[in-house]
């Protein structure tokens, strides 16, 4: 069932599943949907999958009553922008990283004054930078292991395929490079879906404890449905965090969805958000 991935192909499916709109010519451009953290989060939840308690905020007012609604001291704030390295970033007013810890509301309204309105700068969006129009404010979980869990459509067989590793919130690809024995690399029967057996497979060689395997396979089972049902390209969680308190939850998630869907994916296209794309390459698609 399972088969350890050492191969170029992998490489070369991770490489071209996780190409983004961002960094995309404006012919690819066409190609891809990406959303916001939080819409990710949303939809993620509606199929069953665990999520931090999170909102969004567009207002460092905003930004303090979701702190405030959570209900939480321990929290983190993380810049919405379309561009991967945000926590190592930078923005335009000097402020260093876009994904930041706090403890209260009053720290969830000064960074969120500090990002909303300004330019992130980030490795994937060159010294131009992006700019944030919202900021996410969830919960803190403290993770005893951290896994990732990627359903992507492999270009080169045209199914759908399982990438998973045991060494999450890291770069896949590096580990892919340095440690290909930690990578699991399943395919799907697009006729037969991931079945029990291979989800529960999937979440025991990753290592989840005995109590949370069943929320694991649970977990991979809504992630392969949310790709199938919504038209997705890509789906990416890293990490996928089995919790101190035994939860099983997506800390972070990237799903790029098919542009040539758009007319059955009605409310997924309606949160483009064009401020985050080339406004050349929004032009030229039109």
């Known amino acids: 069932m399972f088969k350890l991935a050492r191969s170029r192909p992998l490489a070369s499916a991770l490489r071209s599943a996780r190409d983004t709109p961002l960094k995309s010519s404006a012919a690819q451009q066409a190609r891809f949907l990406s959303i916001h953290e939080y819409l990710s989060a949303g939809l993620l939840k509606q199929y069953g999958v665990g999520v931090p308690k999170g909102e969004v905020a567009r207002s460092a007012a905003e930004a303090e009553a979701a702190a405030k609604k959570i209900g939480n001291d321990d929290l983190v704030i993380k810049a919405q922008v379309l561009a991967g390295g945000r926590g190592k970033g930078h923005f335009d007013n000097g402020l260093k990283g876009g994904v930041r810890v706090i403890y209260s509301p009053t720290e969830a309204k000064m960074f969120a004054e500090q990002m909303i309105g300004h330019k992130l700068i980030t490795k994937q969006t060159g010294a131009a930078g992006r700019l944030c129009n919202a900021v996410y404010i969830c919960e803190r979980k403290f993770a005893r292991r951290e896994f990732y869990v990627a359903v992507l459509m492999d270009r080169q067989t045209q199914s759908p395929v399982i990438i998973a590793s045991s060494q999450g919130g890291m770069d896949i690809e590096t580990v892919a490079k340095e440690s290909p024995e930690a990578i699991i690399s399943t395919r799907v029967n697009i006729h037969e879906g991931v079945t029990d057996e291979m989800a529960q497979g ?14 694991a396979k649970n977990t991979i089972q809504a992630l392969y449905k949310v790709f199938m049902e919504k038209d997705a390209t890509q789906i990416e969680i890293n990490p996928l965090s089995e919790t101190s308190d035994h939860q099983v939850l997506a800390m972070d998630a990237k799903i790029n969805f098919d542009d040539n869907a758009d007319f059955r994916q009605k409310e997924v296209f309606s949160w483009r958000d064009l401020t985050q794309e080339d406004p050349d390459e929004v032009k030229a698609a039109k």
């Open 202 to 215: 999937i979440a025991t060689q990753l290592g989840f404890s005995e109590q949370c395997i069943d929320d």
